[in-house]
Antibody
Framework: EVQLVESGGGLVQPGRSLRLSCAAS????????MHWVRQAPGKGLEWVSG????????GYADSVKGRFTISRDNAKNSLYLQMNSLRAEDTALYYC?????????????WGQGTLVTVSS | QPVLTQPTSLSASPGASARFTCTLR?????????IYWYQQKPGSLPRYLLR?????????GSGVPSRFSGSKDASTNAGLLLISGLQSEDEADYYC?????????FGGGTKLTVL
């Protein structure tokens, strides 16, 4: 059974940093692309970032480019999102999701999400 | 103007059909893109429903019933999600998405009420 378990969320002050993790199991992690998608409270889905199986392709939404860094450790079956210079508008539930490949392929499994609240 | 525009809400009766639209911004040709649809029930994770580009390039998500289908309306530059035989359990938010300029773009979502 595919499992994606996010962690690392919490309350953080504007301008500070936070690192999210996503632990994957139930599939061959290094065969798949991975993504972060967020959802602000009561709002819609917003893609944040994605990474190919070998980290050779990486992309970011304009809203986070230059502030967030995605990475993965295939030996640990883990995905990460380093979030710097956090803003109030980054407050959201952050999901990790897997995809068959990087690019034009759907997110077929989603984690439960980890909540990030940016507030003073 | 957003890349993808969806109506905020839609209402339909049990047993009827529902037609969701996802309109691409002027200048972005719907014929070029695969349109993806996701369902999110209240308090639940998003679920991948299907992908539609053409009748020869489409995909149903794992376990998604055939009463969910995709289409396009070139005249309005829109991707369509069609749900037939509506059930109360179909009440949810529905999001479209495309892979555009090497990023994923979601529509704002349409809330379906089954009443």
């Amino acid at each position: 059974e595919v499992q994606l378990v996010e962690s690392g969320g919490g309350l953080v002050q504007p301008g500070r940093s936070l690192r999210l993790s996503c632990a994957a199991s139930g599939f061959t992690f290094d065969d798949y692309a991975m993504h972060w998608v967020r959802q602000a409270p009561g709002k819609g889905l917003e893609w944040v970032s994605g990474i190919s199986w070998n980290s050779g392709s990486i992309g970011y939404a304009d809203s986070v480019k230059g502030r967030f860094t995605i990475s993965r450790d295939n030996a640990k079956n883990s995905l990460y999102l380093q979030m710097n210079s956090l803003r109030a508008e980054d407050t959201a539930l952050y999901y990790c999701a897997k995809a068959l490949d990087y690019g034009d392929h759907p997110f077929d499994y989603w984690g439960q999400g980890t909540l990030v609240t940016v507030s003073s | 103007q957003p890349v993808l525009t969806q109506p905020t809400s839609l209402s339909a009766s049990p047993g009827a059909s529902a037609r969701f639209t996802c309109t691409l911004r002027s200048g972005i040709n719907v014929g070029t893109y695969r349109i993806y649809w996701y369902q999110q029930k209240p308090g639940s994770l998003p679920r991948y429903l299907l992908r539609y580009k053409s009748d020869s390039d489409k995909q149903q998500g794992s376990g998604v019933p055939s009463r969910f289908s995709g289409s396009k309306d070139a005249s309005t530059n829109a991707g369509l999600l069609l749900i037939s035989g509506l059930q109360s359990e179909d009440e949810a938010d529905y999001y479209c998405a495309i892979w555009y300029s090497s990023t994923w773009v979601f529509g704002g979502g349409t809330k379906l009420t089954v009443l």
